[in-house]
């Protein structure tokens, strides 16, 4: 009777000790990962682990049978303090997400979208394409025009044209209703090893874009093509002005 006691009571411990480092473990990944929130719970369950960690191994000599009623009521303390934590953190990263993506169909709803249509090279034009691309092996400019295609108003357009020389040149707003901007000259910039058409706009939520086309250029025929439109979500910083 008294060896099956002091098996129980051995396992007890073992258990106790698992489950505190278990629950030590667990906070400390929210603690790392979660929010405020969820890490001020987090740091209480890490305390009292490792409170009941010290407990054990500084009274595991003079534990009896008696204590076992404490030990059990201790692990499913600890059992139930890990099972609050994570509902607590699943909750919290299911509204988390929720509030992402209720986010994304709010900017969805108005996100607007600058096409680049440029100009498509005439036999006139191959003529002159073609001296550009042998003296510097690149386009300096295109005609082009700026179109709205998305659901919502592009604010505070901007891009580069090269006349009187080149500088940043500013089309204020294009909305969703209107075909297409006046035509103008788009400077063809350099970014890495392409050469591409790019324009900066705006929406209504102050969110910042980038719409590029890539340019390919054959200069043994001394012909160009225009590439498909790349969208980009970009910082406040990169914005020209």
Same mark, same amino acid.
């Given at each position: 009777?008294?060896?099956?006691?002091?098996?129980?009571? =051995?396992?007890?411990?073992?258990?106790?000790?698992?489950?505190?480092?278990?629950?030590?473990?667990?906070?400390?990944?929210?603690?790392?990962?979660?929010? =405020? /929130?969820?890490? =001020?719970?987090?740091?209480?369950?890490?305390?009292?682990?490792?409170?009941?960690?010290?407990?054990?191994?500084?009274?595991?000599?003079? #534990?009896?049978?008696?204590?076992?009623?404490?030990?059990?009521?201790?692990?499913?303390?600890?059992?139930?303090?890990?099972?609050?934590?994570?509902?607590?953190?699943?909750?919290?990263?299911?509204?988390?997400?929720?509030?992402?993506?209720?986010?994304?169909?709010?900017?969805?709803?108005?996100?607007?979208? #600058?096409?680049?249509?440029?100009?498509?090279?005439?036999?006139?034009?191959?003529?002159?394409? *073609?001296?550009?691309?042998?003296?510097?092996?690149?386009?300096?400019?295109?005609?082009?025009?700026? *179109?709205?295609?998305?659901?919502?108003?592009?604010?505070?357009?901007? =891009?580069?044209?090269? %006349?009187? *020389?080149?500088?940043?040149?500013?089309?204020? /707003?294009?909305?969703?209703?209107?075909?297409?901007?006046?035509? #103008?000259?788009?400077?063809?910039? *350099?970014?890495?090893?392409?050469?591409?058409?790019?324009?900066?706009?705006?929406?209504?939520?102050?969110?910042?874009?980038?719409? /590029?086309?890539?340019?390919?250029?054959?200069?043994? %025929?001394?012909?160009?093509?225009?590439?498909?439109?790349? #969208?980009?979500?970009?910082?406040?910083?990169?914005?020209?002005?």
């Amino acid at each position: 009777m008294i060896i099956a006691l002091t098996w129980i009571l =051995s396992i007890s411990i073992v258990i106790a000790i698992s489950c505190a480092i278990t629950l030590c473990v667990l906070a400390i990944r929210m603690i790392r990962k979660d929010g =405020s /929130t969820n890490k =001020s719970t987090a740091f209480l369950a890490l305390g009292m682990g490792a409170l009941f960690i010290v407990y054990l191994g500084y009274y595991s000599s003079t #534990i009896g049978p008696a204590d076992q009623a404490q030990i059990i009521l201790m692990i499913g303390l600890v059992a139930v303090t890990v099972i609050f934590a994570t509902v607590a953190t699943r909750q919290s990263r299911a509204s988390i997400t929720m509030a992402k993506e209720m986010n994304e169909q709010r900017y969805d709803s108005a996100r607007p979208i #600058i096409d680049i249509i440029a100009n498509k090279p005439t036999a006139g034009q191959r003529l002159v394409k *073609q001296e550009i691309a042998i003296q510097s092996g690149q386009l300096q400019y295109l005609g082009c025009a700026l *179109q709205n295609i998305g659901a919502g108003p592009a604010l505070d357009i901007y =891009s580069y044209i090269p %006349e009187p *020389q080149r500088r940043l040149f500013s089309f204020g /707003t294009l909305t969703n209703k209107e075909n297409n901007s006046y035509p #103008i000259k788009l400077c063809v910039e *350099q970014m890495e090893d392409k050469s591409v058409l790019l324009a900066y706009y705006r929406d209504i939520y102050g969110r910042c874009f980038k719409s /590029t086309r890539t340019i390919h250029i054959n200069e043994k %025929e001394a012909y160009y093509s225009v590439g498909n439109l790349d #969208i980009n979500l970009i910082e406040d910083e990169e914005f020209p002005v």
